[in-house]
């Protein structure tokens, strides 16, 4: 893990079980590698331990390991220092799925994503938030409305990923996560809502 000294450049990127989306969510780590970022990954409890027909979890980290160069962290005393200890400059989640937008609405920290955002904000850091979820429209729709009003979150442009087969299906443009994450370090929201 990176120290305070070098955490100029260092963002914490946490990943939820939409796992469907990690193929669109790694090429953005790797950006962000080219932007001259430090990566510490961090898996939810979900993505650190199911394998599914989009791959296992062993691999994920894996790749995870290979691209940043850092072990995954996985747990809550993995994650609880970020913030204290001046680790990272911002939080980005990427997926994000309804259940931790759910946690986050309700300030619950009981995963390693949720508790690094509890961690990094205690200190006034943004975090960056790439929705991917079936039921924004609908079941996680109050929780994606209450952190779009709060202070320090941000959000990665997302919009309806298929409007006649899944209606209440939302999902970010994970292409603009790089440049969300540095409007985000200047204080500045990009328009959330694809058009």
């Not at 599914?52 to 290979?66: M, N, Y």
């Not at 995954?72 to 937008?101: K, S």
């Not at 409007?163 to 204080?187: C, H, I, M, T, V």
């Amino acid at each position: 893990m990176t120290n305070s000294k070098s955490a100029a450049r260092t963002v914490a990127f946490g990943l939820c079980g939409s796992f469907c989306s990690f193929a669109a969510v790694l090429p953005q780590v790797r950006e962000l590698r080219n932007r001259g970022w430090e990566i510490l990954p961090i898996l939810s409890n979900s993505a650190a331990t199911q394998d599914t027909r989009f791959g296992t979890a062993d691999a994920l980290q894996k790749t995870l390991l290979e691209l940043t160069g850092n072990t995954p962290l996985t747990t809550l005393q993995a994650v609880e220092p970020l913030g204290p200890e001046h680790l990272a400059r911002a939080l980005v989640i990427a997926p994000a799925t309804g259940t931790t937008m759910a946690l986050l609405a309700a300030g619950i920290s009981s995963t390693p994503v949720t508790l690094a955002a509890k961690s990094l904000l205690r200190g006034g850091c943004p975090v960056v938030v790439a929705p991917s979820t079936n039921d924004g429209l609908a079941g996680s729709a109050p929780a994606l409305a209450a952190l779009l009003q709060r202070k320090h979150y941000y959000f990665v442009p997302f919009g309806q990923d298929d409007s006649y087969k899944k209606p209440n299906s939302l999902k970010s443009d994970f292409s603009q996560l790089p440049d969300a994450l540095e409007s985000a370090l200047r204080g500045v929201q990009m328009q959330p809502m694809l058009l």
